[in-house]
């Protein structure tokens, strides 16, 4: 196993990331040395095991389908780094 | 006694007997903290007006004879909990102006029994650290030795209780995060089992994982913060519906035969000594109060760590994704869509969180989704059947927090793997969704404390706050301050 900066390249791009030459780097090899770690998990057999990904076992949590008022506009918007009416504004999306 | 050394009981008595007003022991606190603060660190904002109006009330509360234990009682909570109309960062630059619209529903059940709050705690941001070194708000420092890090990454609200700034407080603990950090000051803490108390307004690390819970002075105030906290919310459709016990009532029933397990796997070579003579003197103290010790197994033990680091970066990639500078937080100038995002993240997360995102990531990734994150799901199946095996045969479980006492400030920044392995007795807990309380047990030669872990089993809760009571009222640990 071994991560290059290339890797790291790819990664940080799917993860909306800009990185600096020396941080990819630095990624790269503590990345590898983690993964190296984690590695010790292929040598356990888990075939036939269900996975986990909650530590509680329930089903869907049902309620019933009442109106209760909502935070609002003004509140929900109050944070907008920018705001056009009574949307969130971004850049230009289409040109 | 100075106001700000009391637990939340003996302040309640001080308050209900009319000894002392709510405003002035808030008051007293507000100075306390900005006396020592210089030193040590835990607070990213301090709210001393929300403070003293809070306090007001509560002694028109008070008065009326309409009030709880909390009523009254100065607390800070992690930066983590969202406040309305307080600004709340989590630790980290992209929040540096984020002001949230509606509160944590843990933290507005305090405040709607009549709690204080003081100010908000420096954390390690978004909660992904064990030393409170990854804040973008300063380093937190151990009230005991101020070179040493405080423990993460609830750094500020064990410091806080240490250092005499809060009565109690709050944090979370996704694999060890309020455990450690007691550990480390010298303080009580307790996660809850998962689904125990609600995560509504608690900005999410990792959801799977992650957990509320109180760091206080001693046992007894544990469990009435415990109560405070404990109920389902239908705002978190993962908050469990179960009764809650009257905890403050389970304190005194002893410790005598019941079934304490010794896990194995936690009594490892490299242990530091100082903490297994602590280990050791605790049993002793355990077995002299009546309690039976069973040798046991958690033969995953030594998986957990490369699980957790793979779940919980995985859900953190996720949960952290709506850091994008569209609806609030840090924005970058950027002329495209895409690069805003880009930029915005860059800018506003921390190496640490960077860091935890390209982990996640990557095993949530195509091509290695199967082998990392799916394994490490199924692995989870084998940690958490380890527990309920050993469960089958034993009450609770005592172990070390933390390998070590506190280490030095900046001795693991730049070794990640190594900061990550000082969690590796807590994490299974977290993994296994049950709940865990450390609480004081001896000091290291270099006068640390040393945290002493008791495991329950899921909402085994009031098991803990026995046990815990049981053990502190056979030694004076929890007595001893830091000199701060």
Partial sequence: MKITVADVEHVARLARLELAPAEKEQFASQMDAILDYVEKLKGLNTD?????????????????????????LEKALANAPDRAGTFFAVPKVIE | MNVFEMTINDLHIALKGKQISSVEATSAMLERIESVEPQVGSFITVTPEVALAAAKEADQRIASGNCHLLTGIPLAIKDIFLTEGIRTTCGSR?????????SATSWEKLRNLGAVLLGKLNQDEFAMGSSNESSAYGVTRNPWDTTCIPGGSSGGSAAAVAARQAIATLGTDTGGSIRQPASHCGCVGL????????????????????????????????????????????KDSTSVDTPVPDYTSALKRGVKGLKIG???????????????????????????????????TLPHTDYAVATYYLIATAEASSNLARYDGVRFGHRAEADSLLDMYTKSRSEGFGSEVKRRIMLGTYALSSGYYDAYYVKAQKVRTLIMDDFTKA???????????????????????????????????????????????????GFSSSGLPIGLQLIGKPFGEETLLQAGYAFEQATEWHTRKATI
């Fill in chain 1, 48 to 72: 036939g095991i269900v996975p986990t990904s909650h530590a509680v076992p329930m089903e869907n949590a049902f309620r019933e389908d009442v109106v209760d008022p909502s935070i609002g």
């Fill in chain 2, 94 to 102: 992209i929040l540096d102006n984020f002001i949230p619209p509606y």
């Fill in chain 2, 191 to 234: 996660k809850p089992t998962y689904g125990r108390v609600s995560r509504y307004g608690v900005i999410a690390y990792a959801s799977s994982l992650d957990q509320v819970g109180p760091l206080t002075r001693d046992v007894a105030d544990c469990a009435v913060m415990l109560e405070a906290l404990a109920g389902h919310d239908p």
């Fill in chain 2, 262 to 296: 010794l896990p194995k796997e936690y009594f490892i070579a490299g242990l530091d000594p100082d903490v297994q003579s602590a280990m050791a003197a605790a049993i002793e103290t355990y077995r002299r109060l009546g309690a039976e010790f069973v040798d046991i």
């Fill in chain 2, 391 to 441: 469960f089958a045969d034993v009450d609770l479980m005592l172990t070390p927090v933390a390998p070590t006492p506190a280490f030095k400030i900046g001795e693991k920044v730049n070794d990640p793997l190594q900061m990550y392995l000082s969690d590796i007795f807590t994490i299974p807990v977290n993994l296994a969704g049950t709940c865990a309380m450390s609480l004081p047990a």
